[in-house]
């Protein structure tokens, strides 16, 4: 009996570190895409191929914001299907902690003063 009791307090203990991630929507998005440098190496962390952000600046000439909200959407749409926020969370976190000067942003997102 011991053993079930302890697998019930797993799960709970998961689902609890998930909802301290802060909710990614398209104003958070809206917001890294308006402060993060090193975009291009950011994509490649988030698994965006160089082809497609190639395509984003074709797409979107001019507008460096607006490329960089395009790579992260697509991020967010792939991981959005999953439904699974801590998971999206912590890649993007990991993604930001690789690229020079995005501590900033980092402590932005994890304070949830991303509006």
């Not at 809206?30 to 090193?38: D, F, G, M, W």
């Not at 960089?68 to 993007?92: D, P, S, T, V």
């Amino acid at each position: 009996m011991a053993s079930n009791t302890t697998q019930k307090t797993v799960p709970k203990q998961e689902s609890e570190t998930s909802s301290d991630m802060p909710p990614i929507n398209e104003v958070t998005l809206r917001k890294l895409a308006e402060n993060l440098p090193n975009w291009e190496q950011v994509a490649s962390y988030l698994k965006i191929t160089n082809i497609r952000v190639g395509r984003l600046k074709a797409e979107c000439p001019g507008n460096i914001d607006e490329q960089i909200f395009q790579m992260l959407h697509i991020w967010y749409r792939r991981f959005n299907l999953a439904a699974n926020r801590h998971q999206m969370g912590e890649e993007l976190i990991d993604a930001l902690k690789q690229v020079d000067g995005t501590e900033d942003l980092i402590a932005c997102y994890l304070s949830g003063n991303m509006k």
